[in-house]
């Protein structure tokens, strides 16, 4: 099985730029060979996709965060990273990684919180 760790949440203002981390341990090389993404869900709302990375480094976006995310991943670290620029309040949420389509547990998540 595979265990998963969000970090790098925080409150930030509008406009700004955050870079969350997901790190993984346990069944690292199934961590390695799948495709994985960044979840996020906000009070009273579903969780969504945001971004996912194949293991050969394909991207895809959500239409509310192309542009703004930049998902990457560091095959050495088992760890896949989200670049958050140009924050908008409506991206506040817990950010959580699984993999895609969703297979794993769910770790903590990070929260992030973009207000003035």
């Known amino acids: 099985q595979v265990q998963l760790v969000e970090s790098g949440g925080g409150l930030v203002q509008p406009g700004g730029s955050l870079r969350v981390s997901c790190a993984a341990s346990?069944?690292?090389?199934?961590?390695?060979?799948?495709?994985v993404g960044w979840y996020r869900q906000a009070p009273g709302k579903q969780r969504e996709l945001v971004a996912r990375i194949s293991p050969g480094g394909d991207t895809v976006y959500a239409g509310s965060v192309k542009g703004r995310f930049t998902i990457s991943r560091d095959s050495a670290k088992y760890t896949v990273y989200l670049q958050m620029n140009s924050l908008k309040p409506e991206d506040s949420a817990g950010y959580y990684c699984?993999?895609?389509?969703?297979?794993w547990g769910w770790g903590q998540g990070t929260q992030v919180t973009v207000s003035s």
């Open positions: 346990g069944n690292i090389f199934i961590f390695s060979i799948s495709t």
């Open positions: 699984n993999s895609f389509p969703i297979q």
